[in-house]
C-alpha cells in the first residue's frame, strides 16, 4: 500500500506599500521612472547620511496588523541585517527583528472542502526594499537600478498552517484584497508590489513532526505559486520515495520551464549579525495613535458584500465579481450614487468593462473612464438618445480616452434618428429590395425578420432604434 502524504506551507509575503516618498529619505517611489533618477545619499548608502521613519509607513503597517487580528506591539525597533549584495548599497538591509510591529495574528481563509479555517500570522514588520540587478547578456554584465532601493515594504510572515496550493491562493487572495481595501499598496503580482515566496515540506499523513522544508523564490503571479507548489511537492516525494533526503535550501523556480533549481545552501546561510540600528529611534505607538488608524479603517469586502444584496438588486454572482477589486467597487458605487440604476451599472462593469479589461490586460486600478462618464452613457441608452450597438462603441473610445460621452455622440453625429417618416421610407425600401427574405418571413421563418432588420440599420448607418425598427418593419409586412 503506498504511502500517503501531506504537504505543509508557510509563506513570507512582501508588499510594497502605496507611499510617495521611500521609507527613510523622501525620494519618489514612481514605478517605471528611467534608472537611477530616483536616489538620494540615504537610499544609496553614503557614508554619514542619517535615515528618518517616514509616518505612512508606519501607519500602513498598523492598519494591515489591525485588519489581520494582530497584536500591535507599542515599543518596536529598527535593527540592520548585515549582508553584502550588490543591489544593497549599504551593506546592510534596515528591517525588524527583535521587535516587529505586529504579532500573532491570523486572517479565516475557505478551505477545498468549502469549510473555514484560520491562517495564523507570526508576525507582520517594516523594511526597506533593496536595489535591481539588471543581467544584460550582449554585453555580459550586470548593470544595478537604485530606484527601488529604499523603497517600503512590509513582510507578512505565516505560520506553517496551509496544506495545498488552493489554500495558499485563498490566503493571498485574502491578503490582497484586505491590503487593496486599506489602500495600502496595489498588490500587483507582475509589477513586483507584492511577492511570495513559498516555504513547503512533506510529511506522512499522521506524522508529528514537520519534514525538512524548501523554500521557493521568483513567483509572480498566483498561477507561478500554484505550479511552484505542485512541482516542488512532487519532487519532495519523489526524493522520499527513493529513499533520499530533502536538502534545506532555497530553491528558484522557473515558470517557463515549470521546475526549479538550487539557489543556496540554507545550512550554509550566513549569519546576517542582526543588531539594533544606531541611527533610528524606537516607534513608539500610543493607544490614541492606534483609535486614530482604527477609526479609519474602511469596509472591507465581507462587509461591502452584505451591504451589496441589502441595498442594491443586483446578482450574487455581480456582487462577488465586483467587490473581488477595490477600484471596480468604486466604480460601480460611485456611478450608483450619480443616479444610475445598480443593475444598469452592474451590467456594463460585468459586460463590457470586464471584456476589453481582458482583451487590453488592463488592470482595474487602471482604469481611466470616471464614474460620471459612464453615468452619462448609461443615460444616453436609457433615453433611447443613442441604441446599444452605439453605446457599445461610445464606451469602446471612453475605455481608452474617457471621453465625454454626450460630447462625442454630437461630435459625431451618433444619436438615434428618431424621425418616424424617414424611418418608414427606409424600411419600405428594404423590403421592396429584398422580397425573398419578406415571403420568407410571411411564411412562418421568423429568423426572417433579423435580416431584414440589420439591412434597415445599415442603410441608416446604425442610427436607429432596433426596437423601433423591428415593432415597424412587422406592422409594414403585416399589411
Known amino acids: 500500500m503506498s504511502k500517503q502524504y501531506e504537504t505543509v506551507i508557510g509563506l513570507e509575503v512582501h508588499v510594497e506599500l502605496s507611499t510617495k516618498t521611500k521609507i527613510f529619505c523622501g525620494c519618489s517611489t514612481a514605478f517605471g521612472a528611467a534608472p537611477n533618477t530616483q536616489t538620494c545619499p540615504v537610499c544609496t548608502g553614503m557614508p554619514g547620511s542619517l535615515p528618518v521613519l517616514n509616518k505612512q509607513v508606519l501607519e500602513y503597517a498598523i492598519a494591515v496588523g489591525l485588519a489581520t487580528n494582530c497584536d500591535i506591539t507599542r515599543y518596536a525597533k529598527f535593527d540592520r541585517k548585515n549582508y553584502f549584495y550588490p543591489d544593497n548599497p549599504q551593506n546592510y538591509q534596515i528591517s525588524q527583528l527583535y521587535l516587529p510591529i505586529c504579532r500573532n495574528g491570523g486572517v479565516e481563509i475557505e478551505t477545498e472542502q468549502g469549510g473555514k479555517k484560520i491562517v495564523g500570522i507570526h508576525e507582520i514588520h517594516m523594511e526597506e526594499d533593496a536595489g535591481k540587478l539588471i543581467h544584460d547578456e550582449w554585453e555580459e554584465c550586470s548593470l544595478v537600478d537604485y530606484n527601488r532601493s529604499g523603497v517600503p515594504l512590509i513582510e507578512i510572515v505565516s505560520e506553517p498552517d496551509m496544506r495545498s496550493a488552493v489554500e495558499v491562493i485563498a490566503y493571498l487572495e485574502k491578503l490582497r484584497l484586505l491590503i487593496q481595501y486599506l489602500g495600502a499598496s496595489d498588490c500587483k503580482l507582475q509589477e513586483g508590489s507584492m511577492r511570495a515566496d513559498v516555504n513547503l515540506s512533506v510529511r506522512e499523513v499522521g506524522a508529528e513532526h514537520f519534514g525538512t522544508r524548501t523554500e521557493m523564490k521568483n513567483l509572480n503571479s498566483f498561477k507561478a505559486i500554484t505550479r511552484a507548489i505542485e512541482g516542488e ?245 403585416q399589411n
Open 233 to 477: 511537492t512532487a519532487r519532495q516525494i519523489d526524493l522520499i520515495e527513493a529513499g533520499e533526503s530533502v536538502v534545506q535550501e532555497t530553491r528558484r523556480w522557473d515558470d517557463a520551464k515549470c521546475e526549479s533549481y538550487a539557489m543556496r545552501s540554507k545550512e550554509d546561510a550566513q549569519d546576517y549579525r542582526y543588531f539594533p540600528d544606531p541611527d533610528l529611534t524606537p516607534v513608539s505607538v500610543n493607544e490614541k495613535m492606534l483609535e486614530e488608524i482604527r477609526a479609519r479603517q474602511p469596509e472591507f469586502r465581507t462587509e461591502k458584500m452584505a451591504r451589496y444584496r441589502e441595498e442594491f438588486d443586483i446578482p450574487d454572482y455581480d456582487i462577488e465579481i465586483i467587490t473581488g477589486e477595490k477600484p471596480l467597487a468604486d466604480l460601480f458605487e460611485a456611478t450608483v450614487a450619480l443616479g444610475a440604476q445598480p443593475k444598469k451599472v452592474s451590467n456594463w462593469i460585468m459586460g463590457e468593462t470586464l471584456r476589453l479589461m481582458k482583451e487590453r490586460e488592463v488592470d482595474a486600478s487602471d482604469l481611466c473612464f470616471s464614474p460620471e462618464n459612464m453615468a452619462k452613457l448609461i443615460a444616453l441608452a436609457d433615453t433611447k438618445k443613442i441604441n446599444s450597438s452605439v453605446a457599445k462603441e461610445v464606451f469602446e473610445v471612453m475605455f481608452v480616452e474617457n471621453v465625454d460621452p454626450e460630447q462625442y455622440v454630437e461630435e459625431k453625429g451618433l444619436k438615434t434618428v428618431n424621425d418616424e417618416g424617414a424611418l418608414k421610407k427606409t424600411i419600405e425600401e428594404v423590403i421592396a429590395a429584398n422580397p425573398r427574405s419578406v415571403e420568407d418571413y410571411r411564411s412562418g421563418k421568423e429568423k426572417a425578420i433579423g435580416f431584414l432588420v440589420g439591412q434597415t440599420m445599415k442603410a441608416m448607418k446604425g442610427k436607429a432604434d432596433p426596437g423601433a425598427v423591428n415593432e415597424m418593419l412587422r406592422e409594414l409586412l
